[in-house]
């Protein structure tokens, strides 16, 4: 893993994701390197030409000083958008938590995203927001799966443990069921195993990216080979997707779940 110190002009960015309104991203680099992975884009703007996705991590330095909680009013914050905020040297150089002690004051909506059990560190801190919420992202509750599409994350479970500890603090979570690998992400699987203790699901569905497309075809090919041709027709017609989209929007009625389904963004129009 190369790792450097960055000076960051700024921390909290605004954002190009509907409904979010800024980003707070305290690393530049992934060290979790999911094969899926839409943050890879990095690479071209942050002077990481000829580096692998996963084999960096810049740690960003600025003045956390400087972060004003009370101009965020009325906003939502997301944190993270292309990196993840409890990576494994987040235990070392705590800068996710460094930007949260000084964001405490907020009435923003912050929404923390993560991968990782590290998450647990913070809830001191997360009980003093006024308005926040904790996710994590999960596709699989399969083991092995996961440690080949994700290696560096926390095992499914572990993560699922970890959002179980934060609700049971008292703190409003969710499910980022994300991203849904066709054939494979068993949605259901995953609410029976988390909704005692997550006020909300959202659902994105595996977008197809040049960059991604080789990687995520050479594991199903190696792992789920029956599922190759499968794949690559859904690469050509998306509308798999409404097939998908309706049996979540099914099973979440009939369960009474408070859900979101974000599919077809990446570039898909809706059939
Ligand atoms: S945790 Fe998120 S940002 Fe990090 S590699 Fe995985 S998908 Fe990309």
Known sequence: MKIAFREAKSIITKSNIPSIDFVINPYTGCQHG????YAEFMIRFTGHKGDKWGQ????????????KPHKYIGKRILLSSVTDPYLPLEKKYQNTRKILEKLIETTAEIS????????????DLFKQFKNIRVGVSINTIDEEFSRIIECA?????????ALKEIFEAGISTYVFVSPFFPE?????????????FT?????????F???????????????????????????????YWDEVES??????EHMNLNYEINFHHGGFSKS
């Open 34 to 37: 999911c094969i899926y992975c």
């Open 209 to 239: 990216r040049p960059h991604n497309t080789p990687r995520i075809l050479r594991v199903i090919k190696e792992k789920y080979p029956k599922l190759i041709s499968k794949y690559k027709e859904i690469q050509k017609d998306p509308s």
């Open 247 to 252: 049996k979540i929007r099914y099973y979440c």
């Open 56 to 67: 960096f991590l810049d740690i960003k330095t600025f003045d956390f000083d400087k972060i």
């Open 112 to 123: 923390i995203l993560t991968k990782s059990k590290l998450v647990v560190r913070d809830i």
């Open 199 to 207: 006020n909300k699901y959202s659902f994105e569905n595996l977008n």
């Open 153 to 161: 994350a926390s095992k499914p479970m572990a993560r699922l443990d």
């Open 184 to 196: 494979i992400t068993d949605f259901k699987a995953i609410i029976e195993k988390s909704s005692d």
